[in-house]
């Protein structure tokens, strides 16, 4: 369709899948509803989104949780995976598969780019003996390993207390990938976003790669390795996997061709290795392409400070749905933390966030406009007469934000995105203050008419382009500015639209109210 930038091909986006050996918090939403809106951009955008998220129930972590727990390790991956799911929904998340890495489809993907690796020559049985954090399912070479106060060896990135393993596994060739894997950096340097994270991983890779032990004897809760059942894969083999198990490998050809590589892997900051670069390696070891981009997301940070248990200050994302709605909090997030980088979050920042730029900023300029609309037209949306320079620079200022707004989805930068837009609507602010309709209605109905046309149609722009972060309330709005609810009308591709004059609009209700302490 007309000016379609997807024009229908395909764009597929995944999430990390989290391990259920907990409830989801607030560092999972933020990544689910990061994912969800670039996928709604996409889709918005005429692309055929395919949107993969879900959950990682091996490894030696959940088997450990669950005999802590008393109960068998399947039945705590299921009801956990379930809470992650429901997360997902509450968030109004548009995932089109919740993958758990106990089902079935996912086993024969495992299976297969083990079989795969294994044609290649890269794995070998061997001892394997170091330092293993169960928490983190990650092996340390003695380097990056230290002693604390208490004397236990710990990783000297995370604090983490480590556990000595020795056990017989299998290897991969890691160690044969280190050219080809700086060599992939070098020449494809959108690989990995934000560029900051690029550089982590060359250095990284740089300092030289052992192989990796990537099968596990001492416990059961995994994807068996084939024709070796006594030994179960490493968790992260599997766990990588579900991205491809998610466009069909290896049975569904057609998906595969069509989904096959993924456009985009969200992750954060503390899996960036397995993502950039054993999964790369692992996928040319098994002559597989690798997938386009993987883009690192930050942290979110209480305060400033670090979310843990024993602090007592990790956030319920439900909590904070309950008490400020689902669209507000998806905006404060994404408006409020530059995506890529850390961020904080506080009660205040958040109210402040819906004051100022949802009850301020849009919900106040379209109450004014739809209410002088009701007044002055009957609620019939005014036609414009002769545009000033004014109006016309304010809508080419509007219609530029489609082409501003998709270069910064282009690379992730969604708060930019969302800054655009209301940089625009401040700009709008500022017009309806400087023409006054409330004073030109008692002299010049037909100007007035025209300011208020332009207001609709900058509240029409913006409400569509922010459809991916607030889907529920712009939908209201886009309702209220008589805008077809049929598709085409609410696709990026209608940016350049008009509102039809003369169109009767409902009566108008606020869509932004202001939190009230
Ligand atoms: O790492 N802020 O699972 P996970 C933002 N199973 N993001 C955060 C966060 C925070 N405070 N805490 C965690 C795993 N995350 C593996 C992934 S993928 C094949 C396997 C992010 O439950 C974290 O960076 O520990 C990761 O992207 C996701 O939540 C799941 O973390």
Redesign the pocket.
Known sequence: SRNSHGDGRPYYIT???????GA?????A??YISADVLARFHRLDGYDVRFLTG??VH?QKMQQTAEKEGIPTAELARRNSDRFQALQDRLGSSYHRFIRTSDDDHKRASEAIWQRMSDNGDIYLDKYSGWYDVR??TFYADSETSVNEAGERVATDTGHVLTWTEEETYFFRLSNYQDKLLELYESDPDFIGPDVRRNEVVSFVKGGLNDLSISRTTFDWGVPVPAHPDHVMY??VD??T??LTGAGFPDDEQTLRRYWPADLH??????IR??CVY?PAFLMSAGIDLPKRVFV?????NKGE??SKSVGNVLDPDALIAEFGLDPVRYFFLREVSYGQ?GSYSTDAIISRINADLANDFGNLAQRTLSMIGKYFDGALPAPGVYLDADTELLARADALLDTVRAHIEVQAIHLALEAMWSVLGETNRYISAQEPWKLAKTDLGRTGTVLYVCAEVVRIVALLSQPVMPASTAKLLDLLGVDDSGAARQFSAVTDRLAPGTTLPKPTPIFPRYEV
Do not use: Q, R, S
């Open positions: 999430t990390a899948i989290a391990y259920p050996n989801p918090h607030i560092g999972h933020y990544e959950t990682d490894g983190d399912e968790v992260w766990a990588l579900n991205y969200i992750i954060g900051k503390d899996i397995f993502h999964w997301h930050g942290f979110l940070l670090k979310m850390d």
